[in-house]
């Protein structure tokens, strides 16, 4: 009855249509088209839309689309997380080898149901003993050691293998892992079969990490034949082959080349594998893809959605069944987005993220602690980042939707935007002849290379927002002088049958330029008891001074510097006056390009007459080279606008400076 009644309702109003729309939304934007004002073009290279109709979803089809069944865009399990949630892991890397068991356990017994075992880089590199201390110094304090059955002793000592699975990325050392694993069960009198979950080696990735392996990949797909053998033949429940395409999303790349070099490097290990007898059917459902996780929330959606219909396309194309099409995922929370400042904005990164990847339908999730890139976590940064996921599986019940993205026309549209994309970009790779070969070539990396300055110039231009850096910083924040603990060095050394040496996938955060000069201004705070100071000369009444006083005041703050603002200055003379008085070594002129004319010059020669004369800069840039000049001719040292490379100038500044 209600639905009749809603229907007459409608009848009596006629059906808005999308031309309805633009034309109201363009009279909304006083004539500025649609395309040019509410359009966003991402770094994939995909034009999101204001908004997305039926029509937009009558074109991709999708009613044949189930979760559980190919191509899988809706889910790898026909009830999602439904059935048995996901695995909730924590990284436990910089928490030193004695204390892990203890730590560990504490936190198993607080929502952890999954464990992820960090090892330490010798270890990842299959390094000789006596080599541990020179070939991966740093890397120590953030992994474990997996050398002996002590080891693994000290490690998992007491926890029940059986009712919670484990997880390591063993890089080309996954079969000895395997092996400790295994004896170690078999000497606490457990049978090898407790162990499951995923020990997987990834030789690309420590590969691009470190630019070398101490062995050849043929040696490494022989390992990797061997153990994806063995566990088969003994039906272990453990995933062998892994594919870290995070790691690309980490050094700056966008979600096109995550998808598309993380897709090259599965079908790179599944052609080594076949080659040695273990078959697609065998060796596909051994596969654990990781993704990394960042802040464009449905981009983050499409992309886990995409990356399963992408596999599903390759593994058909080879005659894979259904089982071998069926993407498993593992998602963690990026370190490309995370700060040192204002470093409990994270929480809030990390929250979104962690929504992205149960909506995109991760199998486990990792959630990075909100001071993780600047320090080993403690037991404070560890809760909260499990509690995170937590209350989205309890408190948002996230867990009683199976697909909860699927039918939005946005986010399905975006799927299939970027599995397009990343097919091409696939099919360049193994035009190149295949993954193994675009790596020799430094090919990938450079793409990355390019896409991370394009990233981190659109932060350093703030065209990109990063809360608390760039944007809204807070200047009685104090940094700390630690290190950055996210960025390894690590060198490793080869004997004449080691992978030739490749150029490095360098991981970076894209608000790294900006804490550079919050430390420059920390250290001088530090050596005169005061931050650099700048004087905000708003000349004439609010209307005329307010927007660039403002727009230089948060210009200036990223930096470091401490904004002393005076409004309302009437004259060039007046303002000359104040502005020196202050002792500012730096003045910033703030009014109108139609007043600029008559008030810069004067004031800033006055400035420049001064017996220290602080540096000029006027807000805004003139319109014309001719007018630039004749302001440099007065004094004027710099201009900030919207174009002007915060970073650049700030950091050029702070030269003249001295800090």
Known sequence: MSSNITGSLFADFPAASDADWRQAAEESLNGAPIEKKLVTRTPEGIDLQPIYSRADGEKLRLADEWPGLPPYVRGADPLGSRANGWFICQNLAGVPAHDFNAVLRHDLIRGLNAIS????????????????????????????????????????????????????SAGVAALP??????????????????????????????????GRLPVSLETTFDDLATLTSWVQRDGLRLRTIGVDAGA????????VQELAFGLATGVAYLRALDARGIGIELAAPRVLFTYALGSNLFMEIAKLRAARLLWARAIAATGGGAEAQRLVCHGRTTAWNKTVLDPHVNLLRTTSEAFAGVV????????????????????????????????????????????????????ETVTRQLAEKAWSLFQDIERRGGMAAAIREGYPQAL?????????????LRRDAVIGTN???NLREKMSPEADFATPYTTVRSGPDAAPEVKRLVPRRRAAPFEALRRRSEAWLARTGARPKVFLAGLGPRKQHAARVDFSSAFFAAG??????????????????????????????????????ALVPPLAAALKAADKPPLVVVAGLPATPELQQQFKSAGVDEFIHLRANSVTLLSALQDKLGL
């Not at 690309?248 to 979600?255: E, P």
């Not at 510097?561 to 007046?574: D, H, I, Q, R, Y």
């Open 117 to 168: 075992l960090p090892l330490d880089a010798a270890t990842k590199l299959g390094l000789p003993s006596e080599e541990r201390a020179t070939g991966a110094a740093s890397e120590r304090e953030k992994g474990l050691p997996m050398r002996t059955t002590e080891d693994v002793d000290h490690a998992l000592r007491g926890v029940e293998l059986a009712s919670v699975p484990l997880f390591a």
């Open 177 to 210: 892992v395997t092996m400790l694993l295994t004896n170690w069960l078999v000497g606490q009198s457990q049978p090898p079969s407790n162990l499951h979950g995923a020990v997987v080696g990834d030789p690309f990735s420590g590969w691009l990490s470190y």
């Open 248 to 255: 690309w999303a980490d050094a700056g790349a966008h979600a």
């Open 360 to 411: 995109g339908g991760c199998a486990g999730l990792q959630v990075g602690a909100f001071d993780a890139c600047e320090r080993a976590p403690d037991e404070f940064s560890r809760r909260l980042a499990r509690n995170v996921q937590i209350i989205l599986a309890e408190e948002c019940q996230l867990g009683r939707v199976i697909d909860p993205a699927g039918g939005s026309w946005y986010v």
């Open 448 to 460: 990355v290379e390019k896409t991370a300055a394009e990233r981190i110039g659109a932060v350093e």
């Open 471 to 473: 944007l809204q910083p």
């Open 560 to 597: 470091g510097f401490e904004p002393v603002v005076a409004k309302g200055l009437e004259t060039s003379e007046s303002a000359a006056r104040a502005a020196l008085e202050s002792g500012a070594p730096i003045v910033v002129i703030c009014s109108t390009d139609e007043t600029y004319p």
